[in-house]
Nanobody, 121 residues
Framework: VQLQAFGGGLVQAGDSLRLSCATSGRTFSSYNMAWFRQAPGKEREFVAAISWSGGSTYHGESVKGRFAISRDNAKNTAYLQMNSLKPEDTAVYYC???????????????WGQGTLVTVSS
């Protein structure tokens, strides 16, 4: 499974942005999907996860109420809608695919290359 994250960019505080994670292969619907992020000098942080069916979603405390993860199994793509962006959301965002453990990066076997989101104040 190959993942490609895109949609990052430079935005202002309060703006919205949607990240996409396109995957190859016919097994996309078998995997849980997640987004993690890593800011300079900081550890990787869990952002959001969604079950293989899309029936369950989880969001990290720092983004709850502002970000929303979704997926379209017909398009083999997962999304992260980010609203009310803050400067502290600035990071490289990675998408990942795996079979369990929604907030645990170890549970995700496949990772995309990351897309940079920069939020100016």
């Amino acid at each position: 499974v190959q993942l490609q994250a895109f949609g990052g960019g430079l935005v202002q505080a309060g703006d919205s942005l949607r990240l996409s994670c396109a995957t190859s292969g016919r097994t996309f619907s078998s995997y849980n999907m997640a987004w993690f992020r890593q800011a300079p000098g900081k550890e990787r942080e869990f952002v959001a996860a969604i079950s293989w069916s899309g029936g369950s979603t989880y969001h990290g405390e720092s983004v709850k109420g502002r970000f929303a993860i979704s997926r379209d199994n017909a398009k083999n793509t997962a999304y992260l809608q980010m609203n009310s962006l803050k400067p502290e959301d600035t990071a490289v965002y990675y998408c990942a695919a795996g079979v369990g453990g929604h907030a645990n990066p170890i549970a995700y076997k496949y990772w995309g290359q990351g897309t940079l989101v920069t939020v100016s104040s």
